[in-house]
């Protein structure tokens, strides 16, 4: 039977990467040049962007004398990451459940809330493993997730946006396990109306501690933005959460 999980389709459609990434590409960058900042790699470390998309975060981080793989389930991205691949830069079409490779990497990183899309624990858990095996003994994984209490008290229900002539009509809602957000994208191209469904796990750190030990990672430091203030349970929009890989 095919898969017809949500993401899948949406990730590989034009209009998830109009919505999301007509963004200030010079947050993006802020953010990885904080990180790098703060985590001090040595030169040549090797790096693995999980959920890379089209390489955004990928392409700076390899302008810092790092070795970037990317990885991504979406075939149109991967393609068009690959214009941009050289020596120390690298792009996989992969989904980030199934094993890559083992005890490789110096650092993990996964952003902008790409984790959380699955049905099951046991997905969700098999990505945490797919990650910790990637790392080396004391590798570093950094996860970039929203923030549940966070979100559950400022998200706006509805929006509209038009970007380049196509309109969006986004209305938002949650239970007790998952946001959802049901994105209608009319295209003057198209007769009919184009309708996706993203659905994200109300995941929080005593969740991830949980996740995390179980395939030997201990949350080392858990900050709240991209400025890498210190976490507020209530108040931070973000949970980033630094990891270290204690076991194999």
Known sequence: ???????????????????YFKRDEDEAAHFIDQLINHLQPVSNSKI??????????????????MDVTGIDLSEESITEALKY?????????????LPFWINYFDLAFNFFTSFGYFKTSKEHNNTIR????????????????????????NEEKEIEKTIDGVNYFITKWMDQSYFYKKIVVEDQQYNEPFIFTEQVAKFNLADFEKMFSQQGLQIKEVLGDYNLSTYHEITSPRLILIAEKISI
């Open 85 to 97: 691949e050289k020596e120390n830069l690298h792009f996989y079409k992969h989904d980030m459940r």
């Open 1 to 19: 039977m095919k898969d017809r999980s949500w993401f899948k389709d949406w990730f590989n459609s034009p209009y998830y990467h109009q919505l």
């Open 130 to 153: 797919t990650i910790s095996k990637s790392l080396k003994q004391n590798g570093c994984f950094v996860l970039d997730y929203l923030n549940p209490p966070f979100v559950e008290a």
């Open 48 to 65: 693995l962007d999980i959920a890379c998309g089209k390489g955004r975060h990928a392409i700076h981080l390899s302008q810092k004398n």
